[in-house]
């Protein structure tokens, strides 16, 4: 009786391993790799610029996510001054910060803007009254520009550059 049972059960296992060797096999689930966060865009975004004591001929950009999700903020924002039609401020490629800068919704990122040389070299220097930021998406930039007026007074010379976006104001500073 108990050789009966064994076989029994043996036979009922067997069929069930048969039965699942027949249906067709499925996809196995996708991981879960969280929220994917998408671009920063001028038009969720609030720009300032203001003048800081150090280092001489700096200014500090920040842009605040006023959008209801977080974004990231790639490279360096693209500067225009006045009524320029090329980007007006090279990139610093040294600042480049080790992760992209990610803004929740409230936060802020700040960009270092050396606005001429320190020791008077730049050409081509003049007064400027107004900035065009525009947010650049890896593959140029999107949308239409903010724009900003600057502090009164601003000097700018062809020597003008941008850091990368940073998560503290003192590191985009540095530069």
């Not at 080790?98 to 040389?117: D, F, H, M, N």
């Amino acid at each position: 009786m108990r050789f009966a049972r064994l076989i029994a059960s043996a036979a009922l296992s067997g069929a069930a391993v048969l039965a699942t060797a027949a249906v067709p096999a499925q996809a196995a689930p996708q991981a879960d790799h969280g929220r994917v966060t998408a671009l920063c865009s001028t038009s969720a975004a609030d720009f300032t610029v203001r003048n800081v004591s150090r280092p001489i001929n700096h200014q500090l950009l920040t842009v605040t996510n006023t959008g209801a999700k977080s974004c990231n903020l790639l490279k360096t924002p693209l500067l225009a001054f006045d009524d320029d039609t090329y980007v007006g401020a090279r990139a610093i490629e040294d600042s480049k910060p080790q992760a992209v800068v990610t803004l929740k919704p409230g936060e802020s990122a700040y960009a270092g803007i050396v606005l001429s040389s320190a020791d008077g070299s730049g050409e081509n220097g003049r007064h400027v009254r107004t900035l065009h930021v525009f947010l650049d998406r890896g593959e140029g930039s999107e949308g239409g520009p903010d724009t900003l007026a600057l502090p009164k007074n601003t000097w700018i010379d062809d020597s003008a550059a941008v850091t990368y976006w940073q998560a503290d104001a003192a590191d985009a500073l540095v530069w």
